[in-house]
Antibody, heavy 120, light 106 residues
Framework: QVTLRESGPALVRPTQTLTLTCTFSGFSLTTSGLYVTWIRQPPGKALEWLALIDWDGDQYYTTSLRSRLTISKDTSKNQVVLTMTNMDPVDTATYFC????????????WGQGTQVTVSS | SYELTQPPSVAVSPGQTARITCSGDALPEHYACWYQQKPGQAPVLVIYKDTERPSGIPERFSGSSSETGVTLTISGVQPEDEADYYCQSTDSRASLFGSGTKVTVL
């Protein structure tokens, strides 16, 4: 059974760095052809893809946030970590992690999401 | 920049057919997926590779593609189909979601 769960702070101050962890089970990110990705959704707005890491450690980022994002994996812990620097109130959103078997597409299992508010 | 365009809303009576379109320049070259999202929940994949339906997704959900884009069709809409629907595709360098369509069941 594949599950993913996001964890991290609910409140972040402007200019701080956000660190989110996706802990998963039911698959290994050392398996060829598997990917874990991060997506966010501001309140009342659309989904926005952020970053993806594959089984080989290759990383991909959305162009608009590339300079602020880092995605990494710890295969021994079955975790994928996303860091986002210089947080701003416009980054307030629910952050989801998801698994896919096709790069950039077909996110077949999702976590329940974690809500992050950026406020002073 | 590459965008996927969806109508903001679609309203349909129970038992009728809802069609949601998604257009984008790269769609003829890349597959599209569709997700259903209900309030307070994570999205659920309902269509992949333009037309394929994951196991557990009702047969009333179907997808199609043409030169102008892709379409999600919900035949015989049920009250529980009221949700936001997002298309997704890629330009080979990134993933992209559409702007979302709210389906209201009258």
């Amino acid at each position: 059974q594949v599950t993913l769960r996001e964890s991290g702070p609910a409140l972040v101050r402007p200019t701080q760095t956000l660190t989110l962890t996706c802990t998963f089970s039911g698959f290994s990110l050392t398996t060829s052809g598997l990917y874990v990705t991060w997506i966010r959704q501001p309140p009342g707005k659309a989904l926005e893809w952020l970053a993806l890491i594959d089984w080989d450690g290759d990383q991909y980022y959305t162009t608009s946030l590339r300079s602020r994002l880092t995605i990494s994996k710890d295969t021994s812990k079955n975790q994928v970590v996303l860091t986002m620097t210089n947080m701003d109130p416009v980054d307030t959103a629910t952050y989801f992690c998801a698994r896919s078997t096709l790069r950039f597409l077909e996110f077949d299992y999702w976590g329940q999401g974690t809500q992050v508010t950026v406020s002073s | 920049s590459y965008e996927l365009t969806q109508p903001p809303s679609v309203a349909v009576s129970p038992g009728q057919t809802a069609r949601i379109t998604c257009s984008g320049d790269a769609l003829p070259e890349h597959y599209a997926c569709w997700y259903q999202q209900k309030p307070g929940q994570a999205p659920v994949l309902v269509i992949y590779k333009d037309t394929e339906r994951p196991s557990g997704i009702p047969e009333r959900f179907s997808g199609s593609s043409s030169e102008t884009g892709v379409t999600l069709t919900i035949s015989g809409v049920q009250p529980e189909d009221e949700a936001d629907y997002y298309c997704q595709s890629t330009d080979s360098r990134a993933s992209l979601f559409g702007s979302g369509t709210k389906v209201t069941v009258l």
